[in-house]
Structures are given as C-alpha cells and as structure tokens.
C-alpha cells in the first residue's frame, strides 16, 4: 500500500492539468477556431473597438505620442486620455505579424484566460499548497462563466460585449495583490515587481485598480507594509506615467454618464452564487485565521459589498449633504471583485477540504481526488451557460460573416464615394442589429477615408458626449437615449438640422421609413445617396468655422473642486449644466456662451442674462484643414469671434488668434488677430512630465533587476 499523499509528492502534472482544464473550458467557450480566421470581429462595444488601435497606431505612434487627439468620433476627442492604452499596444504588436482581426481576438481572449492562472498565484503567495490554489484556480471558470451580468467587467459575458480591457486588468490586479503580499511578508526583490504589476494594470483599467489599492491599504497595520505599499503605488504611478498624470490632470474634461445606481439586492446575490456563498463565508473565514495574507482580497471583495449601497442610501440618509456629483463612481461595476471573492474563497475551501481527504487516502487516489476537484468546480461551472458560446461565435465570426455583410459594405462603399465630412447617423437598434452590433456605422472612418462618425465609444472621453445623444434622439426613430436627465426630443429633424449644422455634421443618414419620411418633407436636406435601406443626405451651411453674428457673452462657472468641497446649497450651475439649457433652445444657437474672452465681452450668471449684440463686422472663412492634431483656415473677418466647430480640450492652442475658449454647447472660439489662423494639439507638460516619470519608472526598474541579478 501505497503511504498517504504529502503535497510535495502531488506531481507536479496534477497541478498543470487542473489549472489548465479551467483554462481550457474558457478558451473553448470562445470557439478558438474561430480566433484564427482573418476577419473584423463584431457584438455589442466589440464591433466599435476594432476601430481604436488603428487610431493609435495612425493618429499617436506615428505622430511620436502616446496620447493624443482624434476626428474620428464626437467632433474630435482626446484620444488614450481617459481609456487605456495597453490592450491596444498589444494588438498592435501582434498585428506586426498576424492578420488584425486575429491579433485583435487573441487580445479580447488573453484577460479571461489568464484569470484562473492569476488566481493559482494570489492562493500560493497567500502560502496555500499548490494542490489548493490549484483547486482555487479551477475554480475561476465559474465566475468567468457567469451569465447573470454582461455588461460589469471580467466574465466572458462582459468581455464579448466590448469590456476585454476590465478583464485584462482584472487578471493582473490578482498578480499585483499576490506580488504585494510576497513583497511586505517574504522578501522585498518583490517591490519591484508588484509596482510593475500596479501599472500594468492601471493601464489596462482604472476601476480595478482602485479596487487593488484599496485592497492594498490591508497591509498598513505594519511601518514594513506602510513602506511596500507606497513605495509600490508612487513606483507604479511612476511607471504608468505617460498615461496616468495626463489622466489625473485632465480628468475634469470627460463627461458624466450619469448610471442610475443599482439597489436590487439580487444584483449582490445573483442565483449562480446561492450555494457559494455560505461556503465562501466558511473558506474567507478559515483563510484569514490561518493567514493574514488573505485580508487583501477580503478587501477587494467587501469594497464592493459597501459600496452597493453608498450612492443611493447616503443621500437618502442625509439629503442635501452629499450631492450625486460626489458618486460618479456606478456601483456596478465593482460588482465582480465581489463575485471573484465569493468563488475565490469558495472554491478555497473545496481545496482545503480536497487536501484533508487527501492526507487519509493512497497516494494515486489522492491524485484522483484532486482531479477530480479541480474538474467539479471547472466542469460544473459548464452547467449553467446558455448563450456566450452562442454570443462568441457572433462576435468572432465577424461583420464578414454576417448575412447583411454585402449590405453593410455596400453602405461603407456608397459612403466613401462621397465628399469628405461628418456623418450623423439614425441609431435605431432593430435596424442596425444585424450587421454585427448596433455599434456598426461607428465603423464609417474605419472602412472610409474622411468620414467621421459623430457617434462613437469611450462616453466619458468626451465632453461633445451628451450633446451627440441629444442630436441622435432628434435624428432617430426610436433611439436608445443612454444619458438619464437630458431633455431628449425623439425624431424632430427641424431641431436634428439645427444641431447638426451647430457640429459641423456634412451628412446624415437615414434607415428607417419614419427618419427617411421626416427627412424628405425637411427641405434643409438633399438626398446625395442611396444604399440598401439607407437614404444619405446632406446639410446645407456645414462649415467647420463660422463667423460669429453676436458678441459672445462668459459664464465663468465654479470650478469642479469648488462645487465639491461647498458645503452650501448649490445654485450657480456649471459650464456644461448651462450649455444645456442653452442647447434645449434652439433660437440661441448663434447666440454663443464661453468659459473666457476678453474684458469687452459681457459677463453672466444666467441664461436669461444672455446678450444678444449684433456684431457689424462680417467675413469669409476658407481653406478650412482639419488634421489629427491641427486645424488651420483662412479669414478676412479679423477681429471677429469665430466658432470652430471641434470639441474643446485644454490641449488646443491658437496661432494667430486669441483663444481658444470652451464654447457652448462643447466647442471652441477664436478671436483672429491675423488672417491665416493655426490651432495646434500641443504636448504640454502634463504629457511631458508624464514620459519622464515613465521613464524614470523604467529606469529604476532596470537597476533593480540589474542589482538583484548581479547579487545573485
């Protein structure tokens, strides 16, 4: 008889195959054979997202930047400012040998499929045998597989919607927390190392790496702690920095989606997780009473659990005293690092109990016991999937592989056949759909050359965002009207018109019989094309620089901290609050409010206290060029404000002009003081200091290693 299994005798294959069937099931829900075809994958944000690593590469890269500005959406947005920017490099890198459309699926798959590996890491620097992290890392699949969300971050349900980047981060927060725990308790080589994982996972989500800071704070009940994890957060930030500084400094120009909280207690407990739970309860409780390393992750599952109920209750509790503006944070999505834990610990119990079975049974049948709780946890997670497999083979089949694909590319083709500018485009879901994703015709500077789509993804990049939706609900049958509190007009083409020319928008096209009937009876528009069901149209006066009619008038709006830190009630409202009163009017469209001007221009505090001064002067505009990250033109009205129809971001800056000041509703105004005017997307030094504290990272990183290997 064989003596009882030790966990330094369970072969080492017996860990590699229950960690790698886990892993092996979510690589199979993705249709792996599908991955390898050379095509344009599709579904939900996906089919969108295909569209942002070119821009990286053509807009910034080839430009020597890393963050920067693009025309391609929402009439221009900041560009790798407020998303990020590794994923992307990683597609990039791969597609320097592979088709795009199978270096981009690989990128979508590798978050996922890393997370049962990442999760072996934490357990082992947790000081778990290999046999129960082992059994931990099986047991991930059942969260990646879960499918009562889709749309929170890190199962696959999220990922084929668009949220890869989420499930990239949340993988390697699991090896930051691991890293960071070898660092303060077993040697400090590590330090490095866990600041390296920090940034790498702040540059693939700024979400969970809140969450693993957070988690992070459980160490500082020791100076040794206190020291690891600082040095890891300023070392981290540092390595980061090309994309984090530029993040912090401009953050106050993104846009406010305004999620409505979520308050149903199933969204905390989901069916998928009513027999995990008590069994995560038993399992979290037996790790921490062993081992102090597993706080971090208690904390990265209870952040979430408190946070459910902040947003809506605190305000509940003490109106008035905690403004909404205070909870841009949506609560859910930091629902997966409480689901994670739950399956974690969960799932660390099934090891702990598999090792004591183990310790009384012959060696080949401990073996099998392992196996066999490995397969349980990742096999039963099978159980409940109806869809991703289904939703994966919709996503990486591809628009080729879509029936409508001859329609879909008849449009783009029909569309690239026109003169460059703009395009609006009817959202309607139903019509779309079944081109890939309702998503698809954001794909127009994709598949054309000079054809901006006014609507695209990134939201909050943006601060164009809320008055784009307001232009697609006017312009659309049936829209989505994703912004909660704006004062939406559905399929009312006489304010579409006025909307449209305010953006510069040089097309517009129609799809459904009411949007195409409201059109033809608009006499401002002139059918130019048609494609399958889509009638193009252009608008007239879609010039991307006008000459302004009217003096403007300044709103000098509190600034964001002050409005936070107020503890009085609020009544002066912000800048983008009164461009939207100011756009629900269409009479004051050429009546312009700015955020600054010179001294002669009238100051207001509200906008019944708009000016309305004619100017006398009048002028030509001409050779209007509008680059990645310049916009130049000709003028003979000197000295007159001119709107320049392109989204405002502090980066922008004018020669030969005064300005550029944010102009209502999201654009910019210039004061020429010659005629040839230049307004250029400059590096500052928010750009700049943010490469030098890269470098300095990497620097630093590089003699640690060097040291520790010379001291070797």
């Known amino acids: 008889m064989a003596v009882a299994t030790t966990f330094s005798r369970l072969p080492r294959w017996v860990i590699v195959l229950m960690v790698g069937l886990s892993t092996t099931i979510l690589l199979a829900i993705f249709n792996p054979w599908l991955i390898f075809a050379s095509n344009t994958p599709t579904g939900g944000d996906m089919g969108a997202h295909v569209l942002a690593p070119p821009l990286l590469r053509d807009n910034l890269l080839s430009d020597g930047r890393l963050v920067g500005w693009s025309n391609d959406w929402y009439a221009g947005f900041p560009l790798y400012y407020f998303y990020f920017p590794l994923p992307s490099l990683v597609i990039l890198a791969l597609d320097l040998v592979l088709p795009y459309g199978v270096a981009f699926k690989m990128v979508v798959v590798m978050g996922v499929v890393a997370m049962p590996a990442a ?8 000081r778990f045998s290999k046999l129960v992290s082992a059994v931990v890392g099986a047991g991930i699949a059942v969260f990646s597989l879960m499918e009562s969300y889709s749309i929170y971050g890190g199962n696959i349900a999220s990922t084929l919607a668009g949220e890869f980047s989420f499930a990239w981060s949340m993988s390697l927060s699991l090896v930051y927390l691991g890293t960071l725990t070898r660092a303060v308790l077993d040697d400090r080589k590590y330090t490095k190392w866990a600041a390296a994982a920090l940034a790498v996972t ?71 997780l009513w027999i995990l739970f008590p069994m995560a309860l038993v399992g979290g409780t037996i790790a921490v009473l062993r081992t102090y390393r597993a706080v971090p992750m208690v904390f990265a599952g209870v952040l979430p659990f408190i946070y459910f109920f902040i947003p809506e209750n605190l305000n509940r509790f003490f109106p008035g005293f905690f403004p909404d503006a205070r909870f841009k944070l949506w609560n859910g999505r930091l629902l997966p690092y409480w689901y994670l834990a739950i399956i974690f610990f969960a799932s660390l119990l099934v090891g702990l109990a598999t090792a004591a079975l183990i ?62 500018g703009r395009i609006q485009w009817e959202a309607n879901n139903e019509a779309l759909g079944g081109y890939g994703t309702p998503m698809s015709l954001m794909l127009f500077p994709y ?6 789509s006014m609507e695209g993804l990134f939201f909050e990049s943006s601060i164009t965002t809320p008055f784009h939706f307001l232009n697609a609900a006017e312009t659309s049958f049936k829209p989505s009207n994703p912004v909660p509190g704006l004062k939406y007009h559905s399929l009312d083409l006489e304010r579409g018109v006025t909307h449209m020319q305010q953006y510069g928008v040089q097309y517009y096209a129609a799809v459904t019989p009411e949007a195409i009937a409201e059109a033809d009876a608009t006499d401002q528009l002139t059918r130019v094309a048609t494609s399958g069901p889509f009638i193009i149209y252009r608008l007239p006066d879609a010039e991307l620089v006008t000459v302004g009619r009217y003096l403007p008038s300044v709103y000098e709006a509190p600034g964001r901290l002050e409005s936070l830190l107020s503890s009085e009630e609020k009544t002066k409202p912000t800048f983008h609050e009164m461009a ?12 312009w409010i700015v955020a600054g001007g010179p001294e002669r221009w009238e100051r207001i505090e509200r906008l019944s206290d708009l000016g309305a001064q004619p100017l006398n002067e009048s002028g030509t505009v001409s050779d209007v060029v509008l680059e990645d990250h310049r916009i130049s033109f000709t003028t003979t009205a000197v000295g007159v404000p001119h709107l320049v129809k392109v989204s405002y971001f502090p980066n922008w800056s004018a ?53 520790r290997k010379q001291a070797a």
């Not at 999760?119 to 947790?126: E, P």
């Not at 598949?447 to 901006?452: A, D, I, L």
């Open 119 to 126: 999760a072996y890491y934490l357990a082992r620097s947790m």
């Open 202 to 272: 702040a540059l693939c989500h700024i979400l969970t790496t809140l969450v693993a800071i957070f988690a992070s704070l459980a160490f500082f009940g020791s100076r040794r702690g206190r020291a690891a994890v600082l040095t890891t957060w300023a070392w981290g930030f540092a390595i980061a920095g090309f994309w984090a500084l530029p993040l912090l400094a401009r953050i106050g120009f993104t846009s406010d989606m305004a999620w409505t909280p979520l308050s149903d207690l199933n969204r905390l407990f989901p069916s998928e």
């Open 447 to 452: 598949w054309s050359e000079g054809h901006p």
């Open 359 to 420: 310790r009384r049974v012959p060696a080949r049948l401990g073996w099998s016991a392992a196996i066999a709780a490995g397969a349980v946890l990742s096999l039963g997670a099978l159980a409940g999937v109806s869809f991703v497999g289904g939703w994966s083979r919709w996503n990486f089949t591809g628009y080729e592989g879509k029936e409508k694909w001859p329609e879909y590319q008849a449009l783009m083709q029909t569309v690239d056949g026109l003169p460059p």
């Open 655 to 707: 020669v030969g002009a005064d300005g550029p000041w944010r102009a209502s509703p999201s654009l910019m105004v210039v004061v020429p003081t010659d005629r040839e005017v230049v307004l250029e997307f400059r590096t500052t030094w928010v750009e700049s200091g943010g490469l030098a504290l890269t470098a300095a990272g990497l620097v630093a990183l590089g003699i640690g290693a060097f040291r």
């Open 580 to 591: 939207l009163d100011w756009y629900d009017n269409t009479d004051l469209a050429d009546r």
